[in-house]
Each structure stands twice: as C-alpha cells, then as structure tokens.
C-alpha cells in the first residue's frame, strides 16, 4: 500500500485524543504509527481513553498497543515508553513525517508546535476539548502544515472533560490524517481491508 | 505607535518585541506558538524580534485538555 511506505504517523500521548486517534487508523487500515507515552491508566481516564477498568495500573502505552492488536490482529505498531520534553521530541518522531499532538497540558501542546515548525512535517493539535459544547469546534490550519482542532477556549481549568467531545475532535484529527495520506471515499479500493 | 492586525483585528501598538507585546496582554509565552505574516516565530526570537508596521499576526493560545 503506498500509503504506508509513504506515510508514518507518531502521536505524542496515548490520552483521550492520542488513544481514539489510534483507533480510529487502525480501523481505517492505516497502521504505521508510533505512539509515545509515560503514563499509567487511572480510573479518571477511563471518561474518554481507550482502556478499560481491568487495565487500570498498567502502563498506557503497553495496554493500548493489547487494545489495538484486539482490533487488528497482524498491526505491528511501534511504541515508546517515554516522557516527552523539548529535549527528545523531535528526534523521537524524527521518521515520522504526521505528528498528533496527544498532550492534556498547554506548555507541552505549544512546546511540540514550535519544535516541529521549522521542519517540514505535518502537525495535527487539539486545542480547547473541555466541556459538552460542540459548536464551536473548528479546525485552524497554520503556516501551511499544522492542523489545530477544537473550541479555542474550552480549558480544563474551568470544564470537565466528557467522552463525546473528546470522541468529536480527535475523530476530526484523524479524518484529517486520513485524507492526506490519500484515503478516499471509494468504496472499490486495493489491500485496504484489516 | 504603529499599526498592526493581531488575530485579524486591526490595532494600533507600540513599536515593541513580540515578548513585551505577550507580557502587555498577560499571555503565558510558554502556551503560545506565534504567526507573523504567515510563518511561524521561533520562541528564541520572541525577546529579538520587533513588531513592524502592518504585520499579521496570529497568537495560537493554547489551552489544556486531551
């Protein structure tokens, strides 16, 4: 498939947008990704990442990849486990050439925009995904390669977090991804199935 | 003063860095990524770089969630 020659995707965080958006590739087909994170699964992440109650405890990025491989018994994904800073993150994707922004934290979304600004991946963000409005979620597209999806304003700070907009915006991110690696709407297409 | 467009609003400033123009708006320069006239600032140049009459900019303030 020349999509995957072509194309890998690294997503920064295996959160609510980073673990939905790898859901959402796999069951597209797409499934040369790396995926990065430290983090074990809380009870308090089940609201909206892909895990489930008996895998609390676990490390995130193992179980995710258990999660995954459930969907699609022959993927072979790459993981890392590893804690993300302006030190290692772009030598971390350094073969990627699509970088999700999976972070829950403001400084480390900015920090991983400005790392990859001067270099000529493709960078796909989530900013403002706190609440149940849904309404104002947009997609701001930014010198000429990074994609920015959510509401702008909806902080953690002052929402709760719920399941369906978070569900909402990292579906948009993944549509996004998918596009540009050249799926389509075609129903007839080669080697496309799991 | 000059006349700049921050975020597609026309505004007037004073002739300043782009790190007195964040500290002016109370804007956490660590949550920001920066657009002038169409390309992305890097964060070294934010105390360096001066804002010039008619630039575009764009102040992506990010907020936390995911």
Do not use: W
Not at chain 2, 44 to 56: A, C, P, R, S, T
């Amino acid at each position: 498939m020349n999509s995957e020659k072509t194309f890998k995707v690294g997503i920064a965080g295996a959160g609510g947008i980073g673990s939905n958006i790898a859901v959402h590739l796999i069951r597209s087909g797409f499934t040369n990704i790396k995926i990065v994170d430290f983090d074990k699964i809380e009870l308090s992440n089940l609201n909206r990442q892909f895990y489930f109650f008996d895998q609390i405890g676990q490390n995130k990025i193992r179980v995710l990849l258990e999660n995954l491989t459930r969907i699609n018994p022959s993927l072979n994904i790459e993981i890392e486990e590893k804690i993300l800073d302006a030190s290692n993150i772009t030598e971390t994707f350094n073969d990627c050439n699509i970088i999700v922004e999976g972070f829950d934290n403001a400084e480390l979304k900015a920090m991983l925009i400005n790392a990859f600004a001067a270099s000529n991946k493709i960078v796909i963000s989530a900013c403002g995904v706190a609440g149940l409005d849904i309404e104002n979620i947009t997609v701001k597209k930014i010198s000429d390669k990074i994609f920015i999806v959510g509401d702008f304003t909806s902080d953690i700070k002052d929402k709760k977090l719920y399941s369906p907009k978070i569900f909402i915006v990292a579906s948009m991110m993944a549509n996004i991804i998918l596009k540009l690696i050249g799926f389509s709407d075609n129903i007839i297409q080669k080697n496309r199935s799991l | 003063m000059i006349d700049i467009t921050i975020n597609n609003k026309k505004i007037e400033v004073e002739e300043t860095t782009i790190s007195e123009l964040l500290k002016q708006k109370k804007i956490n320069q660590l949550c920001v990524v920066i657009e002038i006239n169409g390309k992305i600032l890097s964060r070294e140049l934010y105390d360096i770089q001066k804002i010039n009459e008619g630039d575009k900019i764009s102040i992506i303030k990010f907020v936390g969630g995911g």
